[in-house]
């Protein structure tokens, strides 16, 4: 459940290894949502001229539901979701059978774990890992870490793809703009509010985050106070090295289980474009955003990239 905001929003950037909470002022006359006893929508006119990156960090991540207790510390430190959908292998588009991705921040690290449909014979499970500044790809979950149990393959070129996927998720998109700094800016192009700020390292590279501030949900409490959630991510373009790649976001909702409810928004639809090509379009079926236990370590052998 989200709480009522003081004036000082403290968001965990998590990112690399400095976990240490960041701070940031927020306008006082801005409160996130609370328990409401009715919600609309609205639309707004677009603003005329740029935010600025205090406050229009603070509704996204609020939107997103990152923030809790009375100090508004963002929460969210892992996520696991799962889905189908297709996914680009080998220049081919396949079909997606079963699609479990799990994120640490702090790491940070995230495992792709998936099954996809062959032409002729039985699915082929591909499971790919990324940890800090380290890249491998598993025959299982946990391959390699127990002597016998599966094996594992290094992959050192992939290390920053899979890295810009961790920071290019919603939440990821927060915490790296966020962590970024003094060196984050908001634009207002065309009507339309962007945040742009650089990868975290090791990453060498740029993002630029859409933002849809005009489609609004307004919470009205039962004592008549009205409270508007704005600031939804609908689309991230990195450029790492030269390859650019769009990833955007649709459907927003929490689906975690029914009676396992967080409040923490996840996209229902998840695209990502690179060079006329679409590498992955995932429908997300079933979340976890309460903090799973999520864990990718180094198998020997596969270190020092």
């Given at each position: 459940?989200?709480?009522?905001?003081?004036?000082?929003?403290?968001?965990?950037?998590?990112?690399?290894?400095?976990?240490?909470?960041?701070?940031?002022?927020?306008?006082?006359?801005?409160?996130?949502?609370?328990?409401?006893?009715?919600?609309?929508?609205?639309?707004?006119?677009?603003?005329?001229?740029?935010?600025?990156?205090?406050?229009t960090l603070y509704k996204a991540a609020?939107?997103?539901?990152?923030?809790?207790?009375?100090?508004?510390?963002?929460?969210?430190?892992?996520?696991?979701?799962q889905g189908t959908g297709t996914t680009?292998?080998?220049?081919?588009?396949?079909?997606?059978?079963?699609?479990?991705?799990?994120?640490?921040?702090?790491?940070?690290?995230?495992?792709?774990?998936?099954?996809?449909?062959?032409?002729?014979?039985?699915?082929?499970?591909?499971?790919?890992?990324?940890?800090?500044?380290?890249?491998?790809?598993?025959?299982?979950?946990?391959?390699?870490?127990?002597?016998?149990?599966?094996?594992?393959?290094?992959?050192?070129?992939?290390?920053?793809?899979?890295?810009?996927?961790?920071?290019?998720?919603?939440?990821?998109?927060?915490?790296?703009?966020?962590?970024?700094?003094?060196?984050?800016?908001?634009?207002?192009?065309?009507?339309?509010?962007?945040?742009?700020?650089?990868?975290?390292?090791?990453?060498?590279?740029?993002?630029?985050?859409?933002?849809?501030?005009?489609?609004?949900?307004?919470?009205?409490?039962?004592?008549?106070?009205?409270?508007?959630?704005?600031?939804?991510?609908?689309?991230?373009?990195?450029?790492?090295?030269?390859?650019?790649?769009?990833?955007?976001?649709?459907?927003?909702?929490?689906?975690?289980?029914?009676?396992?409810?967080?409040?923490?928004?996840?996209?229902?639809?998840?695209?990502?474009?690179?060079?006329?090509?679409?590498?992955?379009?995932?429908?997300?079926?079933?979340?976890?955003?309460?903090?799973?236990?999520?864990?990718?370590?180094?198998?020997?052998?596969?270190g020092g990239q």
């Amino acid at each position: 459940m989200r709480t009522k905001v003081l004036t000082v929003l403290s968001l965990v950037g998590l990112v690399c290894s400095d976990a240490s909470a960041q701070y940031m002022v927020h306008p006082d006359e801005f409160l996130p949502s609370l328990p409401a006893t009715d919600t609309e929508q609205k639309t707004v006119a677009p603003p005329t001229v740029a935010p600025d990156v205090e406050s229009t960090l603070y509704k996204a991540a609020d939107f997103l539901g990152m923030l809790r207790r009375r100090d508004n510390i963002d929460a969210v430190l892992t996520v696991d979701y799962q889905g189908t959908g297709t996914t680009m292998i080998g220049g081919q588009s396949r079909t997606l059978e079963s699609y479990r991705g799990t994120v640490r921040y702090d790491v940070p690290a995230m495992r792709a774990d998936f099954t996809v449909a062959e032409p002729a014979g039985e699915p082929s499970r591909h499971v790919e890992v990324v940890a800090g500044e380290t890249a491998w790809n598993e025959s299982e979950p946990g391959a390699g870490l127990v002597p016998g149990q599966g094996v594992t393959t290094a992959a050192p070129d992939q290390v920053a793809d899979r890295l810009s996927q961790i920071w290019t998720l919603p939440h990821g998109v927060v915490k790296a703009a966020v962590a970024a700094g003094a060196n984050t800016t908001v634009t207002l192009e065309d009507g339309v509010v962007y945040v742009n700020f650089p990868l975290p390292a090791p990453l060498m590279g740029t993002a630029k985050a859409r933002l849809n501030t005009t489609d609004v949900t307004v919470h009205t409490l039962d004592n008549g106070d009205q409270f508007e959630i704005t600031n939804r991510i609908e689309s991230v373009v990195t450029d790492v090295g030269g390859v650019v790649t769009e990833t955007t976001f649709s459907d927003y909702g929490d689906r975690n289980e029914a009676d396992y409810k967080s409040d923490v928004m996840f996209p229902g639809r998840i695209v990502r474009l690179r060079g006329g090509d679409t590498l992955l379009d995932l429908t997300v079926t079933l979340t976890n955003t309460y903090n799973p236990y999520v864990i990718m370590p180094v198998p020997p052998g596969v270190g020092g990239q």
